[in-house]
């Protein structure tokens, strides 16, 4: 047993050797795009930010509370010296957020269709959403080290299951009859998906994103252990160091971006649902 | 326009749902009934050697009970469902053997469908919905719209174009579905209980819709009811569907007048007979009365009976539709026939007394 695994502990860290410069070279335009969002945020003017942050959640969920509820968030942040922090986070879990939904949405149709890909994947999702999210980082950071990249890709690894499963989920609820008349007028496999499934299933599939970034979020503090800068970086040190209010403060600054993000996409998801909900019986 | 012009033909087909469903083709051809198939392999006999011939420009109605097997008849015909064994021609093609790409163009080109539950797109509204079929066929958005509306105003939705289905009551969302199949001026149209699901009054109502639009449209209409009384009032031919098999096919005055067995009996026992049966289909033909009444051949039961009452006759002379002599009736035979199939001589009454 001990000989086993320290048998597998070597054949990956030659991997590792043999492969980790190509592969991070291949995830090196991650890192741009992550500096990219990283820099404007940081690097505007902060009432733009603001503005532009409000602005986005008003168009999302065309609520004026929750609007409302952004700014002053966003203001008591830059207050309590927290801004650049948060918007690292920010960013963080935007592009995870955006790399799981370009992964998952496709896994997730190909799930919808094949039986067979559904019944081999679901255990594998099953499995990334038991394992205890530090295990992770382990192989993430004997390939790739510390720092952003590996971040995001432990984030991404943790938060793509619900999007996955709820782009699945959404696409084999729509009705059967729905799905049956767009057959009887003649569409094609790609017209089906389309036209009725992928706009029906939406609603379901911005509740998986809403998860997604829920679980992002999440993950981000906990990948601060192996170098990713924002907020969870701050709740660290207030663990290592026992600095109370350091980490009380930058923990009710999570709390609130994550209520942020959670009520816009949610409003959201409810305006796509208005029409499909039977108001006639 | 697509007027119709091509019989639908259906020939020997069997439908059979199970995983070996074509080693039992055989079998079932060899007699074994659905309970059998059931119970010995566990498949489901959906159809059993349909023969079926659904005339072009006409409305062919299929009846039965629910489970007879009506829905899975009809999915063959667009082939949503793809038959175990047997043929469905149609201007010279095999529907059961058209290639995937084929059987697309079939479907935008010559077909349209209405469903029980509407089925329609709940996230688009009603112009989007009725436009689909020439969005799939490509068409180009402006014509698509142009035709569209043209046929939500035919069916009365005027106004509503852009309303969503769920904002709009059953009655007017099934006229969003029957405006969505038209549009594509196919010369086929299938209707699975398209009615079923309204109110008894809307249901009329949109029967009157159909009627009116057939009129017009000529189209071979494929329509499927397990109501007597609907049959009768929209098909100009009726198949009697049961446990897959058709046990009978007909007019509806060949229905009602002569059921073939008890379990049509038992369908066409609540008809007022008097109201579908004409006196054409009972008369004595070449026979000839003295009397002061002549009738028109497609005179219904219940208005004959009324003239000869109301002139205090017992008899009537039947007459063509360009004048010539058919044949008679008496009385008796009218009031027998409304009240029950009656199989007896039609005796002459005044004979009897003299
Ligand atoms: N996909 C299917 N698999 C197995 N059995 C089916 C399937 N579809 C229909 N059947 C069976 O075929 C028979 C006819 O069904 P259907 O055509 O829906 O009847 P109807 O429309 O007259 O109510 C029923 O016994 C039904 O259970
Ligand atoms: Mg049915």
């Known amino acids: ?60 969920s065309r609520n004026l509370k929750i609007v409302a509820g952004t700014i002053v968030a966003l203001l008591l942040i830059g207050y309590f010296g927290m801004w650049e922090d948060t918007m690292r986070t920010i960013a963080m879990v935007s592009v995870c957020t955006l790399i799981a939904v370009v992964i998952g949405i496709p896994v997730g149709i190909l799930m919808a269709r094949s039986d067979r ?82 706009p029906l299933a939406l609603p379901t599939i911005m509740a998986g994103v809403n998860q997604t970034i829920m679980m992002s979020l999440a993950m981000v503090v906990v990948a601060s252990m192996i170098g990713v800068r924002g907020l969870g970086q701050p709740v660290l040190q207030a663990i290592n160091n026992q600095y109370f209010t350091l980490g009380v403060m930058n923990g009710l600054a999570i709390v609130a971006i994550a209520i942020i993000f959670d009520r816009a996409t949610q409003a959201y998801g409810k305006r796509l649902q208005k029409h499909l909900e039977a108001v006639h019986g | 326009m697509a007027e119709a012009t091509h019989d639908i033909e259906i020939r020997n087909l069997y439908k059979i749902f199970g995983p070996n469903a074509a080693k039992h083709v055989e079998s079932v051809r060899n007699g ?80 349209g469908m209405v469903f029980q539950k509407f089925a329609l797109f709940p996230h688009w509204t009603v112009l989007e919905n009725t436009t689909y079929g020439l969005n799939v066929r490509g068409v180009s958005r402006r014509e698509a719209e142009e035709r569209a509306r043209r046929w939500i105003s035919r069916v009365g939705l005027d106004g509503f174009e852009e309303s969503y289905p769920n904002q709009l009551s059953g009655g007017m969302q099934q006229r969003v579905g029957l405006a969505r199949a038209l549009t594509n001026d196919a010369e086929i149209l299938l209707m699975d209980e398209a009615f079923s699901a309204l109110d008894p009054l809307i249901r009329t109502d949109m029967q009157s819709v159909l009627l009116d639009l057939q009129s017009e449209l000529k189209k071979t209409i494929v329509f499927i009811t397990h109501d007597l009384d609907e049959a009768l009032r929209l098909g100009e031919r009726i198949a009697i569907l049961r446990d897959g098999k058709i046990i009978q096919q007909g007019t509806g005055e060949q229905i009602v007048l002569r059921p073939k067995d008890d379990y049509i009996a038992s369908f066409v026992r609540d008809v007022r007979r008097g109201h579908v049966i004409s006196v054409r289909t009972i008369m004595r033909k070449g026979a000839r009365a003295e009397t002061p009444v002549t009738l028109p051949a497609t005179t219904l039961l219940e208005e004959a009976a009324r003239a000869m009452t109301n002139a205090e006759v017992l008899r009537a002379n039947i007459q063509g539709l360009d004048g010539q002599h058919l044949g008679m009736v008496t009385l008796s035979k009218c009031v027998a026939e409304m009240i029950a199939p009656d199989d007896s001589e039609d005796v002459d009454p005044e004979a009897q007394v003299a």
Do not use: C
Request: glycine share 8%; hydrophobic share 50%.
């Open chain 1, 1 to 60: 047993m001990r000989d086993l695994r320290i048998g597998i502990d070597e054949a990956f860290r030659n991997f590792t050797r043999a492969y980790g410069e190509t592969l991070e070279q291949l995830f090196h335009p991650i890192q741009l795009l992550l500096n990219f969002i990283e820099g404007m945020l940081i690097d505007s003017s902060w009432v733009i930010v603001l503005v532009a942050l409000a602005g986005l959640v008003w168009l999302l």
């Open chain 1, 117 to 198: 890909a559904n019944a081999t994947i679901t255990p594998l999702l099953d499995m990334m959403q038991t394992m205890p999210s530090f295990v992770y980082l382990i192989p993430v950071v004997m390939i790739f080290g510390l720092g952003k990249v590996p971040g995001v890709i432990a984030v991404v690894i943790y938060a793509v299951p619900p999007i996955i499963r709820l782009t699945n989920l959404g696409i084999r609820q729509v009705p059967a009859d729905v799905l049956e008349a767009a057959e009887a007028f003649g569409s094609s496999g790609r017209q089906k998906l389309m036209d009725v499934q992928l």
């Open chain 2, 32 to 111: 074994m009934t659905k309970e059998e198939l059931k119970a010995q392999h566990n498949h489901v006999l959906g159809l059993d050697d349909i023969n079926l011939t659904i005339p072009a420009g006409k409305i062919q109605v299929v009846m039965g009970l629910s489970g007879s097997g009506k829905s899975t008849l009809i999915r063959h015909i667009n082939r949503l469902i793809d038959p175990t064994a047997g043929e469905l021609l149609f201007d010279g093609q095999d529907i059961a053997k058209m290639s995937e790409t084929e059987l697309r163009e079939f479907r935008r080109q010559r077909t």
